[in-house]
């Protein structure tokens, strides 16, 4: 939505900023986890950003960094899940 919005504001002139959300870790600058590429250079969006001028961003280099983690992001959810429904059944055991 955010790369839509830039191409079309971009065909009329209009400067827009944008508000980053990219995957952090540390909030330092130094894990690297939030690097985004803007003009051409490397950024990183806690202590560059979060905000941009939205001409400038890779938002495919963007999305593509924001989907490294899905497998693991879904095993966790699962696992999650299992772990619920396995304490659901300790309590109901208990009880009886
Ligand atoms: S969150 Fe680690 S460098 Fe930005």
Redesign the pocket.
């Known amino acids: 939505m955010m790369k839509a919005t830039t191409e079309l504001t971009k065909e009329y002139g209009l400067a827009t900023l944008v508000s980053l959300d990219p995957i ?12 985004v590429t803007v003009g051409g250079e490397v950024k ?4 560059d950003g979060p905000d941009f001028d939205g001409h400038q961003v890779d938002f495919d280099e963007l999305a593509k960094r924001k989907r490294a983690y899905v497998a693991e992001e879904e095993q966790c959810r699962l696992e999650e899940v299992v772990s619920g429904m396995e304490g659901d059944g300790a309590e109901a055991e208990e009880s009886e």
């Open positions: 952090m870790v540390d909030g330092t600058g130094m894990c690297g986890g939030c690097r990183f969006a806690c202590v």
